[in-house]
């Protein structure tokens, strides 16, 4: 599942940061909401921003409401990318239209159960755990789980809450309490739905490139990449950009990738028509990193002697 996340959520936010020249946590959308306070802005305008969330009218993002158990389905379906469509039914009978692709499609994942085999019950209010049932489950964070201090860490929800305490999404609504029986409200939900994204996605970081050639780039990263992804995945999250002595500005078309054996040093191969041949002026990698070029002046040919 998490696999199939990745790919469907570092298409679209990949390419807008990198159009953006920002890392995430330096999203900041024009939302509306007049409810959002500082602390729950960077989580609220990240996910709106990307169309993960909205809000309960045009300028209340309803920050203090509990939230239902269909409203949590329907954004973690949204943000997981599930076909919602096609999704088999879960053979609950009391799901409205607004939710029966989400519950379907996260049932058929194995994220999320009903309350009894025929009823999801989608107007009951989130509880805390559940909610750490949701997110552990829907980002596969199993492996990260620590031993919490929290006394109410108990019963069913506790492995989903040692997953969560264990990746730093959360510590607790005190040093000792989870407040796992606890109505989640939607700006908290944000908030760990947001440290959740940031924790699960990787997004690779250029630490240093090097033009080899007219259509060769080497990066060098800050981390290997996982095992999981292709050159050509991490080469597509790379935003590249060269802008000329003429003033233009043109995208560089990948064609080609690999990876050296420790996973941190990308090769990319251009097409012929983004070769710099003949030219000279700057690459930008995500609007960051800045490499000088001049393939103006032909290269010295070695004199033959006899």
Do not use: C, W
């Not at 009894?116 to 596969?140: H, I, Q, Y």
């Not at 964070?141 to 040692?162: C, R």
């Not at 109505?183 to 090097?210: C, D, M, Q, V």
């Not at 950009?241 to 990876?259: I, N, P, R, T, W």
């Amino acid at each position: 599942m998490f696999k199939s996340f990745k790919k469907f959520f570092v298409t679209s936010l990949v390419a807008i940061l990198a159009l953006s020249a920002i890392a995430p946590s330096a999203s900041a959308a024009e939302h509306q909401f007049i409810d959002v306070n500082s602390n729950y802005d960077e989580a609220v305008s990240f996910l709106f921003e990307f169309d993960l969330i909205k809000g309960k009218t045009t300028t209340s993002f309803g920050t203090d409401l509990n939230l239902t158990r269909g409203d949590a389905a329907v954004i973690l379906a949204n943000v997981l990318g599930l076909d919602v469509e096609n999704a088999p039914s879960a053979g609950f009978k009391d799901l409205n239209s607004r939710v029966k692709g989400a519950v379907n499609a996260l049932t058929e994942a194995k994220i999320i159960s009903g309350v009894t085999k025929d009823e999801f019950r989608p107007d009951l209010l989130l509880s805390r755990g559940a909610m750490a049932k949701f997110l552990n489950l829907g980002f596969g964070l199993e492996n990260y789980a620590e031993t919490t201090p929290f006394t109410d860490a108990v019963g069913v929800f506790t492995p989903h809450i040692e997953a969560l305490y264990g990746t730093g999404i959360t510590n607790g609504k005190t040093p000792t309490t989870f407040g796992t029986n606890d109505n989640i409200k939607r700006g908290e939900f944000a908030n760990l739905l947001y440290n959740t994204i940031l924790f699960s996605i990787y997004l690779p970081f250029a630490e240093s490139a090097t033009i080899l050639s007219p259509t060769t780039l080497e990066i060098k990263m800050e981390e290997a990449a996982p095992k999981e992804l292709t050159a050509a995945d991490i080469a597509d999250m790379f935003y590249i950009e060269a802008y000329f002595k003429d003033g233009s500005v043109k995208e560089l078309e990948k064609v080609d990738s690999s990876l050296s054996a420790d996973r941190i040093t990308l090769t990319i191969e251009f097409s012929v028509n983004s070769s710099l041949e003949g030219k000279k002026g700057k690459i930008e990698i995500d609007g960051i990193n800045e490499i000088d070029f001049d393939f103006t002046t032909p290269a010295v040919q070695p004199v033959e002697t006899e």
